[in-house]
């Protein structure tokens, strides 16, 4: 058994938020540790009851392994969805992975090809815009990358060479997914294959908001008067990798935008720099200020006017409004020659929105940018913001004083 020694039996709780509710393993993780149980299995010839898997959060799961099937040319087997305290709709589902061997035998130890597919209850993308190309499995990136460096390692310990087939299913996906949001997103037949951490974070929205408190309040007594805020990962990973920046000082607010903002006047906070995707920020031209599309999704709206107010015909203002993502709408807007002036005047909207929550006191700037293009639009304060925010890190002695 893959257990590094443990042969308790599967502890659910892994941690928990500072409210005190559970984290869940995504899709992703169900996935990537099937694949990895059954490509073991299929190579050492013994029967495993419990894996373990690193998630690219850096919590290490052991995880139960069941519905285990063995025949001398593949395995398949089964991981089941733990959502913790968050209310998802796949928690319980069992999410397969057959691992099949191709023809191959020993030898060079990095020659090993893996071909990764969606089976029954797997969506499939119908539209351009999301992270795989039309055709084919819902399986995101980070999920992919885990499924095939566990079944690649897997294929190296044992000196396999040749090509590996591994094939993902979600029995029940297909009537699950009706419940979400793939139907306009343009994924059909399925689930979504989903998770960047690996880890499901609970959602409750006491405990979201009362987190983002915390966080800016810790901030605050550490005698920073400036921080950054920011939805989610995306955000995090633009303002580490896009402009160089530690995210010591960034709060995560999900979709609460409005009571981010809130906190922030409420603890004194002199300034923040919101920093998000295209695909949430873009609806604060419209006023709003929860993000979650269960409350308004008014996306395509906001690019379709300003569009209009641009130039665009209404050839192009119908297929803005028809389009499932951002990344199309902004792919559209750019091949017509008006993302500029589109940008500039959604930002004069998000600015005048965002001034008017945050009152007087506090001052208050964005950054939208997309995977694709970078950066977007800003306000004309984010050079003053960053240097001031940053300007907060100073050394006394090795200690952290603020400005």
Known sequence: MDTDGRNERLNKDIGRTRSGLRYGWTTGSCAAAAAKAAARMLFCGEEIRQIRLMTPKGIGLYLDVESVTRTPDYVQCAVRKYSGDDPDVTDGLLV?????????????????????????????????????QIGQAAINKVPRRMITEEVGNVCREYGYVGEVKVIISIPGGEETARQTFNPRLGITGGLSVLGTSGIVEPMSEKALTDTIYMEMKMLRESGYLYCYVVPGNYGVDFLTESLGIDAELAVKCSNYVGEAIDDARLLGMKGILLIGHVGKFIKLAAGVMNTHSRQA???????????????????????????LNTTEAVQIINEKGLLLDVMYSVMERIDFYLRQRAGEELEIGVIVFSLEEGVLCQTENVKKLLDTTEGQRKKDNGGRVGI
């Open 96 to 132: 397969f992975a057959r691992v099949e061997r191709i023809g191959g035998q020993a030898g060079n130890r990095s020659d090993v090809r893996i071909i990764l597919d969606g089976g029954d209850g797997v969506g499939r993308v119908t539209k351009p815009g999301l992270e795989q």
């Open 297 to 323: 999704d008014c996306r395509m709206e906001v690019f379709a006017s300003h569009a209009a107010m641009a130039g665009a015909d209404a050839d192009t203002v119908k297929r803005l409004m028809s389009c």
